[in-house]
């Protein structure tokens, strides 16, 4: 059932829901076509993968802080890669590989900005369902199908791939630089072109129903910040991800065809290879011009999260939506022309270089824009300390401390020398890694009640979860900054071949002993997670007395979302503790005004 | 000793864990048992919030005390002053805004922590306090542009003036060669099809270019202090980058195509071994390598100082151990160490008897 046709029929026959065809088992949990249950779908596969990746992160980060030492867990999880519990090298490449392709793509990408446009697009346009129910489902299995594969390639006999999650060539095109490079990388490139048919279809649903669905009265200007920041993730996402699709698909064609669209003059294992006139760092402009504004496509959906919880737990407006509105746009523009700054020293033309660096830069202004927002809306609020707004807090003080050693990277003559060593590793894993992590918890928090029929997850875990995160994660990333300012260079599988390293040994462990706790501090959050889902406490309809439309739906789900017309809307989403001239709330008593109640009398609506 | 120090971690973080859910519970008896934060929730997080601001500078502080010494020592290239001062000047600059943006943040994540019938205040837009926070950044990145482009364009700007030496830093899996120009200071032309191992032609150099013949192959760079070096890049399977720290200088090797850097190396080895911070890090490094020998591990000999060059670009199973020993020395030092090396014309001919 198609939600337009939902949107036509509403006037007259509203009563019409939910008992036009009856549900089975399949068509309510697995081929579902409701965009609440895809929600979940994405949630959950992205958190079993998510718990994939991090686990990775913790078997090279053990190798990293004692190399070459034997660990039964090793020999346990790896087998053959391990022989004796001693990780080898190729199999760590493979680990740091998969990790960030899993964390980037199907956790961060999908996890996030799949779960939450899902669930909120609707919900919070006041939208019966999706565009289209339809290719919201394909979307959705699509993705499974590539996470499957991308799962499936680690038990490939020769290794999953391992030439980086940027997987540039020839290393990734030549089978025999690295035993990662043969089936695995072809798995892997697969699994990849899936999941970008997979984040287009989704995608172009997104902005779709953006455009069309919204509900009486709900202008672009009176969108909550959630919806802004999904639908202009889809707009870069369905601009730059073709691109990397053209790279994937001429890589395939260099590995399986013989042509050579970036492999030349190349002689290994004793002999010349017959490619000739390609260009690697023609892959690496195709590859990045989707890479960068992939950073944004991760972050956005977090930001915008955050805005919204942060509002509404501050019980105060955002702080210049306008002006977030414009930072979103800005940010995405330029988001899409910075993609050089991963090239500064590849072999491109220094002048390009030049220009990278300055429109690089130029992003810090509206990034800038939006911390200061955030800071201000806390300022003189009345905070409610909920799990999800220490998130979000949390977020921001990331954002921050990751963002601003971006001017470091983003200058191409700082760049020379902290290119590819750990300063780069903890600057983006601070400020688009633990961010959109704290960006989905966040959301998670916030939105378990709208997600899993009124239940809501226990608040004391959640803050154990969250301390524990927030300490380790700086415990983690900020000693990393100086393990890569000493020159260290990122994926060495051990740093003992080289004596100006070996003081940074005690780093390492400090590092990895703060990434065991993290990790295993995850795990709180796991079981808080599953055991919600069950036996959760159900809170009232709007636990969070928030504004926005979602919280107007039934605790129950119903297709369709609301069982009668859909709401009205009167008002932008940010009318918290709004007073009238004589100090009294607009609704006396209550210090919300949802987004469906009219403007009262005598009752000015800003123009914000 | 690991598997001990894990359980351990693992042990703490169980305790940690279970005494805070008690102290938690502890403080909740009376409370409602709703899952929505109330003043109990708000007041701890909020205290919380402040000692986190204390950590974040906590862990700043130790960082920087505990491991300033790890960072690289003076730069020993003429451009890498002006590297270092840029990298300082935008890490004040970083720390100031660090600094202010957590305190208020977490600040006022403490100082405004809810309490039941608190009004909060109904603020939502201020254009002069937007605009402000605006240009200031605009400002002072602008400096920062101008300055990094001016020190990027000097860097990059390279050319034959000075009578620099050209090398060639030839790349692959996994390890260096390096090709000097010879007495004509022309490296002579190269390509991967032209290899011929069972000849010892094993960089592919044009044996009919008269240019080749004097060209001379080694393992090992030997740079002049004081002269320009302009590098030539190549790689002939997959990428690699040539990272040499010490000069603030990298660039990637890239099959098919030959990339350039080029600095100026100021300090001798000899020189640089006397620099008070490499003279302390011989000295712990060695302690550590001491301790090793002790226990009779491996890479436990003592180390003397020396410049490196890293491969910096993921090039396959071996990418952590590729590497080339630099070796910065006098004029003549340099003269006659290249005299005492075979052209490539002579070891063509040597191996065509």
């Known amino acids: 059932m198609s939600a337009t046709a939902h949107a036509h029929e509403d006037d007259h026959a509203h009563d019409d829901h939910g008992h036009h065809h009856k549900e089975t088992f399949v068509t309510k949990y697995i081929f579902s076509q409701d965009h609440k249950m895809i929600a979940k779908q994405y949630l959950i596969t992205g958190l079993i993968m998510g718990a994939i990746g991090i686990a990775m992160s913790i078997l090279f980060r053990m190798q990293l802080a004692w190399p070459g030492e034997s660990f039964p867990v090793f020999e346990a999880l790896l087998g053959k890669w391990a022989p004796g519990g001693v990780m080898d090298a190729d199999i760590y490449l493979a680990l740091v590989t998969i990790h960030g392709t899993i964390m980037v793509f199907f956790v961060l990408t999908a996890g996030l900005s799949g779960t939450f446009s899902n669930l909120l697009i609707p919900l919070q346009i006041g939208a019966r369902d999706m565009a289209s129910g339809f290719l919201n489902m394909v979307s959705y299995w699509l993705f499974f199908l590539s996470a499957l594969i991308m799962i499936c390639s680690l038990f490939i006999e020769a290794g999953p791939a391992a030439a980086g999650w940027t997987v540039y060539p020839p290393l990734s095109a030549l089978p025999m630089a690295q035993p990662g490079s043969g089936m695995g990388m072809t798995l892997w490139l697969v699994s990849m072109a899936i999941f970008i048919a997979s984040s287009l279809l989704g995608s172009l649903n997104y902005i779709v129903t953006v455009i069309n669905l919204r509900t009486k009265g709900m202008s672009m200007t009176r969108l909550p910040l959630t919806i802004w920041a999904f639908f202009v993730t889809a707009v870069i996402g369905v601009i730059s991800f073709p691109v990397l699709l053209s790279a994937a698909l001429l890589l395939i064609m260099d590995r399986s065809f013989g042509t050579s669209f970036f492999l030349s003059d190349i002689f290994i294992q004793g002999e010349v290879l017959h490619y000739q006139g390609g260009s690697p760092v023609l892959y690496e402009h195709l590859f990045w011009f989707l890479g960068h504004p992939e950073v944004y496509i991760v972050l956005l959906p977090a930001l915008g999260i955050t805005s919204e919880v942060m509002s509404t737990n501050a019980r105060k407006p955002i702080f210049g939506y306008r002006a977030m509105i414009a930072s979103i746009i800005a940010i995405a523009f330029l988001s899409t022309i910075v993609w050089g700054h991963h090239m500064f020293i590849s072999g491109m033309n220094p002048f390009l270089g030049s220009v990278f660096t300055f429109t690089t830069l130029l992003i810090a202004i509206p990034s800038a824009v939006k911390a200061f927002n955030y800071i201000t809306t806390l300022w003189k609020g009345n905070l409610q300390l909920n799990p999800a707004m220490l998130f979000s807090i949390g977020l921001v003080s990331t954002f921050i401390s990751g963002g601003l050693t971006g001017i470091i990277l983003g200058d191409s003559t700082l760049d020379i020398n902290v290119h590819d060593t750990y300063f780069v590793i903890a600057h983006f894993h601070l400020v688009m890694g633990i961010s959109a992590l704290y960006g989905l918890f966040a959301g998670v928090y916030h939105w378990f009640p709208k997600m899993f029929q009124g239940r809501m997850m226990n608040k004391n875990l959640g803050y154990i979860h969250f301390w524990i995160t927030a300490i380790c994660a700086y415990g983690v990333f900020f000693p990393m900054h100086f393990v890569g300012m000493a020159g260290v260079p990122r994926r060495y599988y051990q740093n003992t071949a080289f004596p100006m390293f070996d003081e940074l040994t005690d780093v390492q462990i400090l590092i990895t002993m703060f990434a065991i706790i993290a990790a295993f501090a995850q795990l709180v959050f796991v079981y808080n997670f599953v055991s919600s889902i069950f036996y959760g406490k159900k809170g009232p309809q709007n636990p969070w007395k928030s504004n926005t439309l979602e919280w107007t739906t039934p605790i129950e789900h119903v297709h369709g979302n609301w069982p009668g017309e859909i709401p009205e809307v009167h008002r932008w989403a940010y009318d918290y503790s709004k007073t009238r001239e004589d100090g009294e709330y607009v609704i006396p008593g209550q210090d919300f005004v949802p987004q469906t109640v009219p403007l009262q009398d005598n009752e000015e609506e800003m123009n914000h | ?353």
């Open chain 2, 1 to 353: 000793m690991t598997a001990f120090l894990i359980i351990a971690v693992l042990v703490l973080v169980a305790i940690a864990i279970w005494q805070m859910t008690k102290i938690f519970e502890l403080s909740q008896i009376k409370a409602d048992n709703s899952q929505i934060a109330n003043d109990k929730d708000n007041k701890y997080n909020g205290y919380l919030l402040f000692a986190f601001l204390i950590f974040i500078y906590g862990i700043t502080i130790f960082s920087f005390w505990k491991y300033t010494k790890v960072l690289l020592p003076e730069a020993a290239s003429e451009h890498g002053a002006e590297y270092d001062s840029l990298m300082l000047w935008s890490f004040v600059i970083i720390f100031i805004v660090q600094t202010l943006t957590q305190a208020l943040l977490h600040y006022f994540g403490f100082k405004y922590r809810g309490e039941k019938g608190k009004k909060a205040l109904f603020y939502a837009d201020n254009d002069r306090l937007e605009f402000i926070w605006t240009i200031i950044p605009v400002i002072v990145l602008a400096g920062l542009i101008l300055w990094g482009l001016y020190t990027w364009t000097t860097i990059m700007d390279i050319n034959d003036d000075d009578d620099p030496v050209v090398v060639e830093l030839y790349a692959q899996q996994f390890n260096w060669t390096a090709r000097y120009a010879g007495g004509d200071n022309v490296l002579g032309d190269a390509n991967v099809r032209m290899i011929d191992i069972d000849r010892a032609n094993v960089l592919g150099l044009d044996e009919a270019d008269p240019n080749a013949a004097d060209d001379i192959i080694v393992k090992e760079l030997h740079l002049p202090v004081g002269r320009k070096v302009n590098f030539k890049m190549r790689s002939q399977d997959v990428l690699h980058s040539a990272y040499m720290p010490h000069f603030r200088a990298q660039m990637n090797c890239v099959p098919g195509m030959i990339t350039e850097f080029s600095y100026t190396p100021i300090y001798t080895t000899e020189e640089m071994r006397q620099n008070p911070d490499v003279v302390d890090k011989v000295k712990r490094t060695n302690a550590i390598r001491a301790k090793r020998a002790a226990k009779g591990e491996d890479n436990s000999d003592p180390w003397e100082f020396d410049y490196i060059l890293l491969c910096n670009k993921i090039c396959g199973k071996s990418h952590y151990n590729m590497q080339m020993k630099i070796i910065v020395e006098s004029e003549e030092d340099y003269n006659k160490w290249l005299a005492e090396q075979q052209t490539f014309g002579k070891t063509m001919m040597a191996s065509a008897e």
